[in-house]
C-alpha cells in the first residue's frame, strides 16, 4: 500500500494540517502538479520543532489500521498542547487515505484508518475510529505480505547478532509494529544482516542473489560494496580497492546507512509475495533524518539511488540537507512552516529547485535564510563594504581578499 493523504488535528505541532503524497500510483492530475521523476520520493523539510518526525508518526500510527490500539505503540505527548488555549486539549485526530493493490489482499483500491490519542493525565491511548475495518483484515495476520511498511527513527542502532533473537521478537509482540517500532522508541534496536542472511544462501539461494544484488546497487559503486564473505567472527566484509573492513569497523556514515538498508531488506525478504522479485515488493517506507552521518556525495545520490532501485517503494523522509534538496524536484518536497500558537502545516513551493547548488538552495524558501555567511563575517564585511563605498582603498582590498579566499579581515 502507499499512502494517499493524511490529516492531523490537534496532533502535536499541527492544529488542522491536511497532507497529500507523491507515490508510484499516485493521480498526479488530481493533485494538481506535474508528475516528477522520481514519483515515490517525499522529502519533509522544516525547522526543527516544526513536527517532521511528529508526520511520520502519524502516518506510522494510521497505517497500522484497526491494529493501532494494541499493537504495543505507546503514544507520548502527542495530543497537541496549546498555549493559548485556556481549555485542555483531550483528544488528537488523525485520519488518512491510503491506495491499495492486490498485494495487500483486500478487493478495495482506497482504504481509510482514522483513529484518536485520548489524553487523561500524562496517560494517552489510541483509539480505532473508522466505522468499518473489514478491508483490514490482513492487517492483524503476521505471516502475509500485505500492507508493507516500516519506519527508521533518527538514533538507528543495529542490534549486535548475539544478543538479537528473531524468534523471541517474532513472538513477542506484532511483527508490524516491530517494524516502525524505532519512530516512537530510541532504544529499539535494528536487525542485523548476519542474523538472518547466510540461512537464506541455503534457504532460497535466488532471494539471497537478489538481496546480495540490492546491497551492491544501494550501496553504489563507489563506496564500500557487499562481499557477502564473513570475517572469523562472523561479520560481514565490506570492500573498497582492495581492503575489506567487517560491518562493525566501518565508518558511522556507513554503518548507520548500511545498518538500516540491512534491516529493510529483511522485512522485503519476509514480505515480498511467493514468485516476485524483492524489487518488485509494494509499500511505504519512512526514514527520519535520511542524512544522518552521510558524507555530502552520497546527500546527492541518497534518494535517487533508492526510489531507481526499489521502484515501487513510496519513501516519505526528513531531512535538512540541502544536497538531498537538491537531487529532487519542487513537486517531492514538503516544507513544514509555522502558523500562529506554535501550529505548523505542510506545503509545497512550486519553485524549479532540483540542480540548484546548496548556496542557492538554502537562499529560497525552501529553508529562507539571508544569508549563509556566518553572523560575525557578514558584520565584518558590511562594515569593510560601507568604508569601500566611502572611497577607503584599503578597506576595498581587504574586502574583496576576504570574500575571494576567506580571509578573516581586520576589525
Not at 498542547?81 to 482506497?110: C, M, N, W, Y
Not at 483490514?136 to 533473537?165: C, H, M
Not at 511467493?274 to 552521510?294: F, P, Q, T, W, Y
Amino acid at each position: 500500500m502507499h499512502i494517499d493523504s493524511i490529516r492531523l488535528r490537534n496532533f502535536r505541532t499541527f492544529r488542522d494540517c491536511t497532507v497529500q503524497f507523491c507515490h508510484p500510483d499516485a493521480d498526479f492530475e488530481a493533485l494538481g502538479f506535474p508528475k516528477p521523476a522520481l514519483p515515490n520520493v517525499n522529502l519533509i523539510l522544516g525547522n526543527n520543532g516544526f513536527g517532521k518526525t511528529t508526520l511520520l508518526k502519524g502516518i506510522a500510527l494510521a497505517a497500522l489500521g484497526p491494529a493501532v490500539s494494541d499493537a504495543g505503540v505507546y503514544p507520548y505527548r502527542l495530543v497537541r498542547r496549546d498555549p493559548k488555549s485556556k481549555k485542555l486539549i483531550q483528544e488528537a485526530l488523525v485520519g488518512a487515505q491510503f491506495a491499495s493493490h492486490p498485494q495487500d489482499r483486500t478487493d478495495q483500491v482506497q482504504l481509510e484508518s482514522q483513529f484518536a490519542v485520548h489524553r487523561k493525565g500524562d496517560l494517552e491511548t489510541l483509539r480505532w475510529t473508522s466505522p468499518n475495518e473489514l478491508p483490514w483484515q490482513p492487517i492483524f495476520e503476521s505471516s502475509n505480505d500485505a500492507f508493507f511498511f516500516v519506519g527508521y527513527g533518527a538514533t538507528r542502532r543495529v542490534e549486535k547478532r548475539d544478543s538479537l533473537n528473531l524468534s523471541s521478537r517474532r513472538a513477542s509482540a506484532f511483527s508490524r509494529a516491530h517494524r516502525i517500532m524505532s519512530l516512537f522508541e530510541e532504544s529499539h534496536s535494528l536487525i542485523p544482516l548476519n542474523s538472518w542472511l547466510p540461512e537464506w544462501k541455503t534457504r532460497n539461494p535466488g532471494r539471497y542473489s537478489q538481496v546480495v544484488t540490492l546491497l551492491q546497487n544501494l550501496s553504489g559503486k563507489e563506496h564500500y560494496q557487499f562481499t557477502g564473505e564473513r570475517s572469523p567472527e562472523g561479520e560481514y566484509l565490506f570492500e573498497r580497492g582492495r581492503m575489506k573492513v567487517p560491518f562493525p569497523a566501518l565508518s558511522d556514515g556507513y554503518r548507520a546507512y548500511l545498518g538500516w538498508i540491512g534491516d529493510l531488506l529483511y522485512h522485503v525478504c519476509m514480505t515480498t509475495p511467493s514468485g516476485k522479485k524483492l524489487a518488485e515488493n509494494r509499500g511505504l517506507v519512512m526514514v527520519d533524518e535520511i542524512d544522518l552521518h552521510l558524507h555530502p556525495h552520497w546527500q546527492m545520490t541518497v534518494l535517487e539511488r533508492l526510489a531507481t532501485t526499489l521502484k515501487n517503494i513510496q519513501f516519505i523522509v526528513t531531512s535538512h540537507s540541502p544536497l538531498v534538496v537538491g537531487s529532487l524536484e519542487w513537486m517531492n518536497i514538503l516544507v513544514m512552516s509555522p502558523r500562529p500558537n506554535q501550529a505548523s502545516v505542510a506545503h509545497r513551493i512550486p519553485r524549479p529547485i532540483h540542480g540548484l547548488d546548496a548556496d542557492q538552495i538554502l537562499l529560497t524558501d525552501f529553508f529562507g535564510l539571508a544569508s549563509t555567511r556566518s553572523a560575525r563575517k557578514a558584520k565584518i564585511l558590511q562594515g569593510l563594504g560601507a568604508k569601500a563605498r566611502a572611497g577607503d582603498l584599503d578597506a576595498a582590498e581587504r574586502l574583496f581578499a576576504s570574500m575571494s579566499r576567506g580571509e578573516e579581515p581586520d576589525r
